[in-house]
C-alpha cells in the first residue's frame, strides 16, 4: 500500500507579538566603520597561457592568435598568424586586489580566468602581463603557474577548469601615493549609514580625544580632525581610533528569501496587535495492489490491479496568543508550537505587513 500526502497550509491570522529588543553588545570601530582612502584598489590585465596539454582555445578565438603573433613580433620573430596552433595556449583576464598602502615588491593574489573557447587551464603558465587600474595606470606585474583545484577529461570534470589562482603571483611596481602621513584631516565611512549610530560614533570620539575632534557629516561619515598632541602621529591616532567601542543601532527589519524559504527576524522587530490561526488540509491518496486469480483449467490470467481511495481531513486550527514583550526566541517557540514551516513564516509576516501591523521593513530577496 502506497501513501501521497499533499499538505496544503491554511494560514487565516491571529496573535499578539511583541518583539523586544535583546542586548547588543559594542563593537570595534574597525568592525563598522573605515577610513576613506584606504580601501583597496582593483587591477585588471589581459594576458596568455602557455603550455596546455591540447586544451586551449581552439580555431575562432581570433584575438588569441592576434596576441600571439603580436608578442613574437615583439621579440623580432616574423610570424603568420593563420599559422599558429592555438590548441597549448588561452587567453585570459587577470585580476587583483592591491591594498591601499601597499609598497613596491608587495606580493598579490591573483585570479586568472579564460575568455576564450580552452577547455582547461590546467598545467598553463601565465605570460608576464601588466596589471592595471580603471583609468590605464600600470600597478603591477603578474606572472607564474596557475593553480586550478580540479581536473577533467572528455566525459568528466571536477571542479571548474576555466578560473585559477596564483597565489603570490603579482608584484607591485608602483606604489600608491596617498598622503596620508601628510593629513590632519580625514573622513570615517560607516559600512551601514545610520544618523543614530554615527552620532554615537563622533560622540565616543569627542570624549576621548577632546570637543571638536570628530563632526557627523551625514549617516555615513564622520569627519576626524587629528588634535594638536596627536599632530605627525596618524597611524597611532588612527590605531586608537579603530579600537573605540560603539554600539551600533540597526533598523526594525525582516529579511526573506522565498527561494530558499529562510526568514532572518532583526532584534528591533515590533509586531501590533493581530489575529494568528494555522491549520492543515491534509489530503490522503491511498493506493491498494489486489491480485485477481483465475478459476483452474480456465485458461485465464493472473493480473494485478490497482484501487485509489481519496481522503480529506483537517487538522483543528491553533490559536496562541503572546503578553507583550515578547522576545524574538518566544515568537519563534510558539510559530514552530502550531507547526509554521519557515515558508509559512513568510506568507504570515507579509500578511501583516498588509495590515499595517507590522512595525518594521519587509525585505524579500
Request: aromatic share 2%; glycine share 10%.
Amino acid at each position: 500500500m502506497k501513501k501521497h500526502l499533499l499538505n496544503i497550509p491554511v494560514i487565516l491570522t491571529a496573535l499578539l507579538l511583541l518583539a523586544a529588543p535583546l542586548p547588543t553588545r559594542a563593537e570595534r570601530l574597525k568592525d563598522i566603520a573605515s577610513i576613506q582612502g584606504a580601501a583597496p584598489i582593483q587591477l585588471t590585465g589581459y594576458g596568455i597561457v602557455v603550455g596546455l596539454a591540447g586544451t586551449g582555445d581552439k580555431k575562432g578565438a581570433d584575438f588569441t592568435q592576434e596576441s600571439l603573433a603580436n608578442m613574437m613580433t615583439r621579440m623580432g620573430v616574423t610570424v603568420d598568424k593563420d599559422s599558429l596552433k592555438l590548441s597549448n595556449a588561452a587567453a585570459v583576464m587577470v585580476s587583483a586586489s592591491m591594498p591601499a598602502f601597499a609598497r613596491k615588491g608587495t606580493r598579490l593574489d591573483i585570479t586568472v580566468s579564460s575568455i576564450g573557447n580552452a577547455k582547461s587551464l590546467g598545467g598553463g603558465t601565465l605570460l608576464p602581463t601588466a596589471l592595471r587600474t580603471v583609468n590605464g595606470e600600470t600597478r603591477a606585474l603578474a606572472q607564474g603557474a596557475i593553480a586550478i583545484g580540479g581536473a577533467g577529461t572528455a566525459k568528466a570534470k571536477k571542479n571548474h577548469l576555466l578560473v585559477g589562482r596564483i597565489s603570490n603571483g603579482a608584484s607591485v611596481e608602483r606604489e600608491r601615493d596617498t598622503g596620508f602621513s601628510r593629513k590632519h584631516r580625514m573622513i570615517l565611512n560607516l559600512n551601514n549609514p545610520d544618523f543614530t549610530t554615527c552620532s554615537r560614533v563622533a560622540l565616543k570620539i569627542n570624549n576621548t580625544f577632546g570637543k571638536h575632534t570628530a563632526q557627523t557629516l551625514d549617516s555615513g561619515a564622520v569627519q576626524l580632525t587629528m588634535p594638536s598632541y596627536m599632530q605627525g602621529r596618524v597611524t597611532e591616532f588612527i590605531a586608537k581610533i579603530e579600537n573605540l567601542t560603539v554600539t551600533p543601532d540597526t533598523p526594525a527589519r525582516i529579511v526573506v528569501n522565498e527561494k530558499t524559504g529562510t526568514v532572518i527576524i532583526g532584534e528591533n522587530v515590533r509586531i501590533g496587535t493581530v489575529a494568528l490561526a494555522h491549520g492543515n488540509l491534509t489530503l490522503t491518496v491511498t493506493e491498494t495492489k489486489n491480485v485477481s486469480q483465475p478459476n483452474a483449467l480456465s485458461g485465464g490470467d493472473t493480473v494485478v490491479t490497482k484501487e485509489k481511495n481519496t481522503d480529506m481531513t483537517e487538522d483543528e486550527a491553533q490559536v496562541m496568543l503572546m503578553p507583550k514583550g515578547t522576545t524574538i526566541q518566544e515568537l519563534v517557540n510558539a510559530l514552530n508550537a502550531i507547526g509554521v514551516s519557515p515558508r509559512d513564516m513568510i506568507s504570515i509576516f507579509q500578511s501583516i505587513k498588509a495590515a499595517g501591523a507590522l512595525q518594521a521593513d519587509l525585505v524579500i530577496i
